[in-house]
């Protein structure tokens, strides 16, 4: 495990969701941070006057309070829901100067969302809870992953803190550690499929793993045990790309894509690393957004960082550019 360094505490500024989302640092620091520089929107979310628009490319529902300011967007054949909410700057100054600051607040919907929908039930009765709420979401529960994250306890289970990329061995670091891996339990999967943690990986989510623990283990999207189309999301970051649920707002046009235009922050993106066994990808992260030098920053599992990091050792973590993640950035879904 990486040795452990100094952070600011994130409980006072982003809430607690739970045993499972606790960021109390047991008298330590991280040096991943949270900063709170605006409040949540007021208006609509407390009358109820919601506004809808669509749009496309992709089609989604823009809801908007009575003033006009936009609340959230609704992604069609997504649970991914983009909220606005208090702006939050994330950095991580170990592995780079750069920070992401964003009123980006990501979580997921009971159901994919259809056009229309805003007139169903379980709308009216979730986003008036979801605008506004400061529990941890889905970027703030993927940076408990990162170098230094506090452990994060639940039920006597260590579901957060810092991972490793795999374990160590002659070849490097070792892929194919799932969350149950790092979580050092057994886990049966739809259709009678079950998976033994080993216990060399505890503590270690390889790229794919990251992103499944994330969106999964941890904020309830439905978990394949295969490679294969279904119910819920792959184990393989190229499954994921062309088998798994989601929509697809990049397309994989089998080479370097560089139209950012349609993502948002919480995107799943895949990457071909390794373009000489083919076109098939290979890695797969999640979007964090725009830096504070104007690129677009992912938050990744990797080798030679050891683990989740949206910082640079290794490579820079951009998909805009001429490096490594930028060349080999080939598509994305919105879960």
Known sequence: MRRAVRIGVLAAVIGVSGAAALYVARGQEQEITAISASAAPTGAAVTGGYTYERLDKPARTVVRDAAGAQLASFTDGSRTVLLTGRSRTFTEPKFTKVSVTSTAWIRLAPQPWQAGAEKEKWFTDWLPKAVGDTDPDVLAIALQYTDGAADQIAKKLRVGGDANFGPDSAEGRLEKSDFYDYLGIGWDFPGGVHEAAEPARARSLDCSGFVRMVYGYRSGYPLLGTNTKGPGLPRRAWAMSELGPGTEVVRDEKKQATDFSTLQPGDVL??????????????????????????????????????????????????????????????????
């Open 270 to 335: 895949f990457f071909n690393l390794e373009p000489n066994l083919g076109p098939q990808v290979s890695h797969t992260g999640i979007y964090l957004g725009i830096d504070s030098d104007g690129h677009h920053r992912v938050l990744s599992s990797r080798k030679v960082a050891n683990g989740p990091t949206f910082g640079d050792a290794g490579g820079v973590s951009l998909i805009d550019g001429s490096g490594t993640y930028a060349k080999a950035f080939r598509a994305a879904k919105r879960l």
